[in-house]
């Protein structure tokens, strides 16, 4: 099994800030993706970071991959109450196996 | 297509029955993934199928649970005997490809009393 440690676990904050949303693992993993899950569903995928070192940017979120592959980070600007949910990354190993992160949980208040 | 098909939704069993849980991937989807949720430990990958074969069994918690996939449209999660400890939310999730979206199903919420 792939650890990878989602920081922090829960986030609250108010709406219209800045947040960050670190994954971080031991393994290097070939790409990583980003998911996000609402209650009662299952996780929807926000974007897929491949190359070491890569910026993707979705509207208002921001993702960087590692150089070395083994850490991203996800970057919300000005959060709004519909960026509320669980937040996942997953790490897509050699074996094409997908084990996901611990989870951040975000709550922007309006 | 209407997308990954877990059923049952939701499943209330009492300890040491058996349960089934089933997963119809996405149509012409290679990879079939089961997942299990809790609070305490995550989103956490039990069994990864390849083109109908496991191919990677090590998550899954003991040997009362087994998961088949006798094709490629059709998956199977059976826990037997079941205990409380296996209450959770069971996700199946089917991706064709490598570095592609995994879709998951709704999943099924399963209570062991």
């Known amino acids: 099994t792939q650890l990878l440690e989602q920081s922090p676990q829960f986030l609250s904050i108010q709406e219209g800030e800045n947040l960050t949303v670190y994954c971080n693992s031991s393994?290097?993993?070939?790409?990583l993706q980003w998911y996000r899950q609402e209650p009662g569903e299952g996780p929807v995928l926000l974007v897929t970071?491949?190359?070491?070192?890569e910026v993707k940017k979705l509207k208002r979120l921001t993702f960087q991959f590692g150089d070395a592959r083994k850490d991203s980070s996800l970057h919300i600007t000005a959060a709004q109450p519909g960026d509320t949910g669980l937040y996942l990354c997953?790490?897509?190993?050699?074996?094409?196996?997908?084990?996901f992160g611990t989870g951040t949980r975000l709550t922007v208040i309006p | 297509d209407a997308g990954v098909i877990q059923s049952p939704r939701h499943e209330v069993t009492e300890m040491g029955q058996e349960v089934t849980l089933r997963c119809k991937p996405i149509?012409?989807?290679?990879?079939l993934f089961w997942y299990r949720q809790t609070m305490m430990r995550g989103l956490e990958l039990l069994i990864y199928?390849?083109?109908?074969?496991?191919?990677?069994d090590s998550g899954m918690p003991e040997d009362r649970f087994s998961a088949k996939m006798p094709n490629a449209s059709f998956s199977t999660l059976k826990i037997q005997p079941s205990e409380p400890r296996d209450s959770a939310v069971y996700f199946c999730?089917?991706?064709?490809?490598?570095?592609?979206?995994?879709?998951f199903g709704q999943g099924t919420r399963l209570t062991v009393v």
């Open positions: 999730a089917s991706r064709l490809g490598v570095n592609t979206e995994a879709f």
């Open positions: 393994s290097v993993f070939s790409s």
């Open positions: 970071v491949v190359t070491g070192g």
């Open positions: 997953a790490g897509l190993t050699g074996a094409n196996n997908l084990f």
């Open positions: 149509s012409g989807h290679n990879s």
């Open positions: 199928f390849n083109n109908n074969v496991p191919i990677d």
